[in-house]
């Protein structure tokens, strides 16, 4: 949106050093959400990374260029040395988040999160109060959520709003915008529904289409407006890349003048990364192309350092991600936009088809806004759909 408002020089692309890594240290968790991809539960779970494992592999990712680490879960907050891992990891230089679900964070320990200086905590909601208890299962997990935002928020601590949209919580989008107004929050994850772990079991509840479409229209929109009122407010959105090319679209549509230089910059961005400039290592120490992929591992870093795992294209799902362009079929291979999208997630193919490299099932585009003539054959609802 600023790039609208006021449009910059292209530059030389300029590819990070190394992968975003989202590091899940502990699978325990407090709760039991509809949508967990890692399958948590309030227990403790057999071969987890001890502290100087901890410590050992992210020596290795710091001399490996890795320039963000996203300490995540289960509950990060349920391990007992996350204090000490994180600290560590502010001292050593990286860009050190937290994600969490927010209600274990309290008057007990909010200055302890504060002293480690997290460049961003994010805190998961899925809804206004009784749409969120609902997915989290438990009765008041919205009032903790809240509780700890306000009190990390009132620390001075960067905090951001994490909000996976399907088909039970979607009309509550506005609400939580409009809660990040009342809240004074000034960053919003939007997170479509992937097909990973417990998500890839309520994958009926997945949204689809008009309803993706409309809620994309409408974080558009009110990111124009913080944009044009000079708010400073974050959107983002993850886990379906075509929203990429749904935004140049929405760019030719409202801002013609500037569609060529968005056009231009959505194209440097170059679409999904999993497996080259996102990576996932598990409780256990697994390494995976992204946190969607925690059934296909790429080996241990108890036994191989991240760094010589990352680099090895043996495996013919590494080789196939990291292929430039990737060899994708089906409507994402014939995708006028392919340099925008990159093909989209593959984990999702991979999950519905057996086929990593067929196209994405959760494109939400019509043939024709992607550039396909329609086909003669009736296997395509998605276009009648939008059409009506």
């Known amino acids: ?114 002293a480690v200086g997290f460049d961003y905590l994010g805190i998961s909601i899925d809804g206004i109060r009784e749409t969120h208890d609902r997915f989290r299962r438990k009765e008041g997990a919205y009032e903790e959520s809240m509780h700890g935002l306000r009190l990390c928020r009132d620390a001075g601590i960067k905090v951001g709003l994490r909000f996976t949209m399907t088909q039970d919580n979607a009309e509550e989008l506005p609400q939580l915008l ?79 003048e500037q569609a060529e230089h968005i056009g231009d910059k959505l194209i440097q961005w170059g679409g999904n990364s999993s497996g080259v400039n996102i990576a996932n290592i598990d409780n256990q120490g697994r390494v995976h192309p992204d946190t969607m992929w925690w059934d296909y591992d790429l080996g241990n870093v108890k036994q191989r350092p991240f760094s010589e795992i990352w680099q090895d294209t043996s495996d013919p799902i590494m080789a196939g991600l990291k292929q430039s362009p990737r060899k994708i079929g089906g409507r994402c291979g014939q995708c006028h936009y392919f340099n925008i999208c990159g093909g989209n997630t593959r984990v999702r193919a991979r999950q519905l088809t057996g086929d990593a490299w067929s196209e994405d099932p959760a494109c939400y585009l019509t043939d024709k806004e992607i550039g396909i003539e329609v086909r003669v054959e009736d296997d395509g609802p998605r276009d009648r759909l939008l059409a009506g």
């Not at 891992?85 to 309290?106: E, P, V, W």
């Not at 990040?180 to 994850?189: A, D, G, L, P, W």
């Open 178 to 256: 409009d809660l990040m107004v009342e809240e004074r929050i000034n960053k919003f994850y939007f997170s479509h529904l992937n097909y990973a772990g417990r998500g890839n079991k309520n994958r009926e509840d997945d949204v689809f289409l008009n309803t993706t479409r409309w809620a994309m229209d409408l974080l558009f929109e009110r990111a124009l407006e913080d944009a044009t009122e000079g708010r400073g407010t974050e959107f983002v959105t993850g886990n379906n890349d075509a929203d990429g090319v749904y935004l140049l679209r929405w760019v030719e549509r409202r801002f013609p």
């Open 1 to 114: 949106m600023q790039e609208i408002l006021a449009p910059k020089p292209l530059g030389p692309k300029r590819n990070p050093p190394g992968p975003v890594v989202i590091w899940n240290l502990v699978r325990r968790c407090n709760l039991m959400c509809k949508h967990c991809y890692s399958i948590s539960a309030d227990t403790d779970f057999p071969n987890e990374l001890n502290t100087q494992q901890v410590f050992e592999v992210m020596d290795d990712l710091k001399q490996f260029r890795v320039p963000v680490l996203i300490l995540s879960g289960g509950e990060p907050l349920l391990r007992p040395d996350i204090f000490e891992i994180a600290h560590r990891a502010k001292a050593m230089g990286f860009y050190t988040a937290l994600s969490t679900n927010g209600t274990l964070i309290d008057e007990r320990n909010v200055d302890k999160i504060a």
